[in-house]
């Protein structure tokens, strides 16, 4: 009885350890990635050139959409693993784990299936295209290597998927951040020695192969998980695609709203720099999401315990309010900081060649700007199991998106293609989401907005008319007058938020550390 209560304990301190290890690096693994993902366009720009840029950008759009042939199964993983393992059920995981190793295999086929099917049209696709002969067989040759680097990884997706629900985060999030760093490091030296953008793609794959290697070790060795392909039920297994279904409907949604573009404007044949200005431009508002979606996820517990009280719509409202004015605030900041010296910024760091992608990143930061201070509202909606509403409304806005940018696309170039997906954002994220936390998720979404941008937005727009008033007789350039602008939009609106825009709980969640630290140094 006492070695078992000892285990136990033992065991929560481990998954403590885990969780609070695993969310540092992931945190640093989102940081990291923004960071080189920064300083990596100029790079390729340099080297590379435009036209071959614009290949290396369009033929990795393309392979995104058959990426999300995975169909989810990982997230099925992770969830059932989880479950066989607080059930002791060992013998249900491993025919569990067989049964999702042959889901993978089947779709490691099918993508290269999918592949096979879709070359020879890709130069027939870009044939009327600023792109040669020689880039166009050059595209082909990314585009197999990608498919067979695709196929490697849905086998290899099952390995993090069982570390995820063996609660090992640790290792993978390690892993993941050192193979960034590596790669960062041996895509410059391949660059510098002349080596074009197959070599990049070549590199992404052994890398792949290294790190899927390393996780199967880990997997089989470290943690002594059994497969079994002997008396699968397959009525789990279609539980397990019934489950995964909608989720990869939601990764298929965000391969359309987020890489569409790029596609639509290899179709219709625009110049490479309207295709790079689309990629670099949309690559601003994937770190905003990310950013914002990191405080959302860790509130899980806390949404599962909610919905089973009285009064859940109400502090599920309380709760959407307060997680979205921290997270309105930390936004606030880029968003603000992006609007008043963006253009400094994109000349500095792409050429002032690239400023079409100010303003298709300026757009859809401010169309993503309610979506992602209402995040927790997917959580809330993951936990109701009312993602089916959510994934099929977004789906259909998904088809006015398509029309739109190739009905605009020809004519504004990267621009045109920007404005279908911010659209789309308005439509789907904003109207028709909200709509349905109101009336069926029961959440007081009039009283969410009033509170939530109560201060705030009045803050917001201050620091913002601070900020470009007082930036326009700054006469630095370059990276210099970069960072002096950038400092004068951080204390304005700080300064700005402190005064006007923060309540007393918000002002103590930055007040209470410090104190912490002056009464220990005491």
């Not at 058959?66 to 066989?84: C, E, M, Q, T």
């Not at 308005?426 to 989401?433: A, D, H, T």
């Not at 470009?468 to 609106?493: D, E, H, Q, T």
Request: charged share 10%.
């Amino acid at each position: 009885m006492l070695w078992s209560t000892i285990r136990r304990w033992n065991k929560e301190i481990m998954a403590k350890s885990q969780i609070k290890s695993g969310a540092v690096f992931s945190y640093l693994s989102i940081f990291t990635n923004i960071i080189v993902g920064l300083l990596i366009a100029p790079v390729m720009l340099k080297f590379l050139g435009d036209t071959e840029c614009s290949l290396y950008n369009l033929i990795g759009a393309l392979v995104g959409y058959i990426s999300v042939l995975d169909f989810g199964i990982s997230n099925a993983i992770i969830r059932y693993v989880a479950k066989y393992r607080l059930e002791n059920k060992e013998q249900e995981q491993r025919r569990f784990l067989g049964m999702a190793f042959l889901l993978y295999t089947f779709f490691a086929i099918l993508v290269i299936g999918v592949g096979l099917a879709i070359s020879p049209f890709l130069p027939n696709a870009l044939a009327n295209s600023a792109y040669t002969e020689a880039d166009i067989q050059k595209a082909l040759l990314m585009f197999m290597i990608l498919i067979v680097n695709l196929a490697f990884s849905l086998l290899s997706n099952a390995f993090p998927a069982i570390m995820n629900g063996y609660g090992r985060f640790s290792f993978q999030k390690i892993v993941t951040w050192l193979r960034t760093i590596l790669r960062i490091i041996l895509l410059i030296l391949l660059l510098a020695m002349g080596y074009d953008s197959v070599a990049i793609v070549i590199l992404d794959t052994v890398l792949n192969v290294v790190t899927a290697l390393i996780f199967a070790a880990y997997v089989f060795i470290g943690l002594k998980v059994k497969v079994s392909f002997h008396g699968m039920n397959f009525a789990m297994m279609r539980e397990i695609t019934h489950y995964s279904f909608y989720i990869f409907l939601d990764m298929l949604i965000n391969q359309i709203y987020w890489k569409l573009g790029q596609l639509v404007l290899g179709v219709v044949s625009a110049p490479p720099i309207e295709i790079n200005a689309f990629a670099y431009g949309m690559t601003i508002p994937n770190y905003y999401i990310m950013i914002s979606t990191a405080l959302a996820t860790m509130f899980l517990p806390t949404i599962t315990k909610i919905v089973t009280e009285q009064e859940a719509g109400k502090k599920l409202t309380d709760l959407m309010i307060r997680v979205g004015r921290i997270q309105l605030l930390i936004l606030g900041l880029v968003l603000v900081g992006f609007l008043v010296i963006g253009r400094d910024f994109i000349s500095v760091w792409l050429g002032g060649r690239y400023m079409a992608a100010y303003y298709v990143a300026s757009s859809v930061l401010l169309a993503t700007t309610i979506p992602c201070f209402q995040n927790i509202g997917i959580v809330i909606l993951q936990v109701k199991n009312k993602m089916r509403f959510r994934v099929l409304s977004y789906l259909g806005v998904c088809v006015g998106n398509i029309a739109l940018s190739f009905i605009l696309s020809p004519c504004f170039g990267a621009i045109g293609a920007a404005f279908g997906t911010v659209l789309s954002l308005i439509i789907g994220n904003i109207v028709i989401i909200n709509f349905y936390y109101h009336k069926k998720v029961g959440l007081d979404m009039p009283r969410a907005y009033r509170e939530t941008l109560r201060g705030i937005l009045p803050a917001v727009l201050a620091a913002f008319a601070a900020s470009w008033a007082v930036n326009a007789f700054i006469p630095l350039s370059g990276w210099p007058g970069l960072i002096v602008k950038g400092l004068v939009v951080c204390v304005l609106y700080c300064a700005s938020v402190w005064l006007i825009g923060m309540n007393a709980y918000e002002k103590n969640l930055l007040i209470s550390p410090v104190k912490r630290v002056l009464k220990k140094s005491r």
